[in-house]
């Protein structure tokens, strides 16, 4: 199920993408990014996936989605490293990003098809299953997919399962980081959360 959802949500996306007018790319998007780097950053999660599926991993060192995310959580990040693959990942979408964004889910698409979702991968974290990994992906559209229609000021429908598999993985990861009691008192109109919180 977490793959079909992937998937969805991979659509969901390249449909958002395709709506993109060619005079909004390089409106700001997000952070330091404009729109098209902020494709491009949403892309790799499509990208890692055709990537990581080629590297397989001698241990299984993380077990859950949530757990993935502790580990990125506590990692030391070069914000400027990131924000450079953000723009070289939207350079290589090219001069048609729809129809690139298009062909990069048909090819995590049938890639998907032949994989064996308890095969043990290299993630930047260490080895995982390609089935606990796969909502982290899920996760990065759907949160993404958002942020880019926020930023072009279109509309983004994503499934009800795909934002619930978010929405929890998110939940679940604040309760890992110990931010669990701060989150439910937000999300219950106890309290709001600080500005600048995140789990990620």
């Known amino acids: 199920m977490s793959i079909a959802t992937y998937l969805d949500a991979g659509r969901t996306v390249a449909d958002l993408v395709a709506r993109i007018p060619d005079d909004q790319w390089d409106r700001p998007g997000l952070g330091v990014w404009d729109v098209r780097a902020l494709v491009g950053h949403t892309c790799r999660a499509f990208v890692t996936v055709l990537t990581y599926l080629d590297q397989p991993a001698a ?22 490293e ?47 299953r390609v089935g606990p990994y796969i909502p982290t992906r899920t996760f990065e559209l759907v949160v993404h997919g958002l942020d880019i229609a926020a930023a072009t000021s279109l509309t983004v429908d994503f499934s009800h399962q795909a934002l619930a598999d978010a929405v929890t993985l998110a939940a679940r990861t604040a309760v890992i980081i110990g931010q669990g009691p701060d989150v439910l008192r937000a999300l219950t109109g106890r309290t709001k959360l600080p500005g600048g919180f995140s789990v990620v």
Request: glycine share 8%; no cysteine.
């Open 59 to 80: 241990t299984e060192d993380v077990r859950t989605p949530e757990e993935y995310y502790a580990l990125v959580h506590r990692m030391t990040v070069d914000a400027a």
């Open 82 to 128: 990131v924000a450079e693959r953000g723009r070289q990942a939207g350079a290589a979408l090219g001069a048609d990003p729809g129809a690139k964004v298009h062909e990069l889910v048909e090819a995590v698409t049938a890639r998907l098809a032949t994989a064996d979702p308890d095969a043990v991968i290299t993630t930047i974290v260490g080895g995982m």
